[in-house]
C-alpha cells in the first residue's frame, strides 16, 4: 500500500502536504506550464489586498549566498480583478487554494476576510502579519503580541467559514510568545517563516542593493532558522503548522514535519526548479515505504530528543 | 529541461558561445526570446541566470552568446562538451515584425546587446518581410573584441556598421553617433538591445526623428516566468502616472516610447 499523504490543517483538507508558498507561485496560472498543478496538495497564491497595490520601484530582488533579498512591496492585482480573472483559473485544479491576504491597518484586513469568507472555491486564509501597521507608526503587526491579537480577533470575529492561518514573521525576538497570541486569539493554524529581513550593499557604489534598501531573505540560508522556530512554536501550541523556509528538497521537507509540521511549503525553491514540489512529494512517499510508516501524520513532531 | 552540452567555446577573453541540444526551446523560439539557465546544481549561485536565444536549428541545438559578468557566467564558461545543464524556456515575449518593411531596418546593438538581433535579422529576411541589404547592424562597443558576431550578420547579407569607444574597430565613439545622422537622412523602424543607457539614449533619438523603436530590456530576475514581480519595469500607464511590467513576460521586448527610463 501506498503510504496515506492526506493531512488535514484545521479543516483545510490536502492531499498531500505540500504546499506553495505565497509569493513565490504567482497565482498559479504561471506555472501551469512547467507543472501540474493537480499534484500540489495546495497554493497560497501572492498576497492580496482590497485594492490593486503597484509595490516597490526596481531593484527589487537582489541574489545572496544561498539565498536571496526581496522587496517586491506586496505587488498585487486587489481583490476584484482577483476574483474575476486570476480565482476561475485556479479553481480548474484540485488543489486547495488559500488566500493570503494582507493590510494597513486592522480594517483592512477585517473587509477583504469578510469578502473573501463567501467565496466557496476557497479553502482557507493565510494573514500576512509582517506589514507594517501605519495607525501604529508602521511597526508590523506580527512583532508585537497585543497588535496581533487584536489583528487576529478582528479578523476571526469575521469569519463564519474560513480556516484562519497565522503566517508568522520571525524578525522578532521571541516567536514562541507571538505563536501563543496568536493561538489565544483565535487562530486556527499557524505557517512559519516568512523572511528574515536584510541587506545588501554593492560596495563600489556604497549604495544599497534594493532600491527598498532592505528587503526579505528567503532560500536555503534561512532554513536551519525556520526549523528551529518551527520545533520551538509546535513544543507551544496545539494548532496545526505549516513549515516553510528555505526548502529545497524532500529532505529539507521532512526536517518541518519531523519538527512538529504538519504541513509545508515551498517558496524560493520554485523559481529555481519548478517541479520541486513534485519532487518533494516523490522523495517524501519513498521516505515513508522506507522507514515502514503508513501515514504521514505520524511522522509529525517525532523528533527523537 | 535537462539539455546536453555540445560545444562551450570561447571567442576572446571575455566573451563565449554556449551551444546545447534543447529540441523543445529550439521547436518554439522566437526572436528576443530568452532562456533561464541553471549554472550549476548547488546553492550559491542559487538563482537561474537569464540569457537571450542566440541561434537555433531544426535539429534541436541552441546557442547563448554570452559574457563572463560574475560568478555565474563564470562558472558557465567552465562546462564543457557533453555536461548537461538545466534550461527553462523559451521564456518571454520577443520582437514583434511589422508586416510590411517597406523602409530600411536599424538593428542597434551594444557589445552582447546583438544576442538576440542576429535571430530577428534571419527572421525578417526568412519570412521575406526584407530583403538582406534592406537592414543595417550597428554595433558598438567598449573596444574591438566587445564587437561579436558580425560574421554571422555579413553571411546573411546585413550591411554592418560597427564603433568602439576607444577606436580600435571601426569608428571612434558610440553607436549613437552612428545611429544619429541614419535617422536624420531616414528615419527607419529600430530594433536595439544592449546596456539600459544605451537604449535609452537610442530611445530619445528615436523619439525625436518619430520612428519606432523595440527594445530588449534586463533586469535582475528570479523565477523568469511571472510569478515574483521581481523583475519589473516603470512603463507608461492609461489611468495612472506609471505602471510596473515585468521584464520577464511582458518584455524582454518593449516598444521604446512605453518605457519610462
Ligand atoms: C532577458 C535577458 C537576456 C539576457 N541575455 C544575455 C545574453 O544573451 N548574453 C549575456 O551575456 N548576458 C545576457 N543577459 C545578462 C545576464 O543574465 C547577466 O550577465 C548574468 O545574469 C550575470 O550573472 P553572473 O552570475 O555572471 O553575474 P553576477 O553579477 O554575479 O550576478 C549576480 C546577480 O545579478 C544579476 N545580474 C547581474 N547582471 C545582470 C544584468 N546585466 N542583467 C540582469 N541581471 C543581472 C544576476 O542574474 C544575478 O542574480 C541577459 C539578461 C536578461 C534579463
Ligand atoms: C519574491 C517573494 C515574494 C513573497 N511574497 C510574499 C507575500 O506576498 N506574502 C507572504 O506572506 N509571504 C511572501 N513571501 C514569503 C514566502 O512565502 C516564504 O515565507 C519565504 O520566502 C520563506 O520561504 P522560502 O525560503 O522557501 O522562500 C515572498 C517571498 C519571496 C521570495
Ligand atoms: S523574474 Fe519573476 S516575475 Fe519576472
Known sequence: MPPQLNVNIAGIKLKNPVLAASGTFGYGEEYSRWLDLNQLGGIVVKGLSLNPHQGNPPPRIVETPAGMLNAIGLENVGLKVFLEEKLPFLTRFDTAVIINIWGKEVADYVTIAKELDSVREIAGLELNVSCPNIKKGGISFGTNPDLLMELVQAVRSQLTRLPLIVKLSPNVTDIVAIAIAAEKSGADALSLINTLIGMAIDVKTRRPRLANITGGLSGPAIHPIAVRMVWQVAQAVKLPIIGLGGIMNSSDALEFIIAGARAVAVGTANFITPQTSIEILNGLRQYLVEQKIEDVNELVGSLAV | ?261
Not at chain 2, 541561434?55 to 560574475?70: P, T
Not at chain 2, 538545466?86 to 521564456?91: F, K
Request: charged residues 15%; glycine residues 10%; hydrophobic residues 45%.
Open chain 2, 1 to 261: 529541461m535537462k539539455c546536453r552540452v555540445i560545444t562551450n567555446k570561447q571567442l576572446n577573453p571575455r566573451y563565449y558561445k554556449l551551444t546545447v541540444l534543447a529540441k523543445e526551446i529550439a521547436d518554439q523560439a522566437q526572436p528576443g526570446q530568452f532562456v533561464m539557465l541553471q549554472v550549476n546544481s548547488g546553492f550559491d549561485p542559487l538563482l537561474r541566470r537569464p540569457f537571450a536565444i542566440h541561434r537555433w536549428w531544426d535539429g534541436g541545438e541552441i546557442e547563448i552568446l554570452y559574457q563572463i559578468a560574475g560568478k555565474g557566467t563564470r562558472l558557465l564558461s567552465q562546462l564543457c562538451a557533453g555536461a548537461v545543464v538545466d534550461i527553462l524556456g523559451p521564456l518571454g515575449k520577443g520582437f514583434s515584425l511589422p508586416l510590411t518593411g517597406v523602409r530600411p531596418f536599424l538593428l542597434v546593438a551594444g557589445s552582447i546587446g546583438v544576442a538576440p538581433l542576429l535571430p530577428l535579422a534571419q527572421d525578417l529576411i526568412s519570412k521575406q518581410v526584407l530583403t538582406p541589404n534592406q537592414i543595417t547592424l550597428l554595433a558598438g562597443g567598449k573596444s574591438q573584441a566587445d564587437i561579436l558576431a558580425v560574421q554571422e550578420f555579413g553571411d546573411l547579407g546585413v550591411r554592418v556598421k560597427i564603433c568602439t569607444e576607444d577606436g580600435s574597430f571601426g569608428q571612434k565613439g558610440l553607436v549613437t553617433d552612428l545611429l544619429a545622422p541614419l535617422l536624420q537622412t531616414a528615419p527607419s523602424p529600430v530594433f536595439a538591445c544592449g546596456p539600459t543607457g544605451m537604449l535609452k539614449a537610442v530611445a530619445e533619438l528615436c523619439r525625436q526623428y518619430q520612428t519606432p523603436c523595440q527594445v530588449s530590456l534586463e533586469a535582475a530576475m528570479a523565477c523568469g516566468v511571472g510569478a515574483c514581480q521581481g523583475c519589473v519595469v516603470k512603463t507608461q500607464a492609461e489611468h495612472a502616472d506609471f505602471k510596473f511590467q515585468r521584464v520577464c513576460c511582458e518584455g524582454p521586448v518593449f516598444e521604446a516610447e512605453k518605457v519610462i527610463w
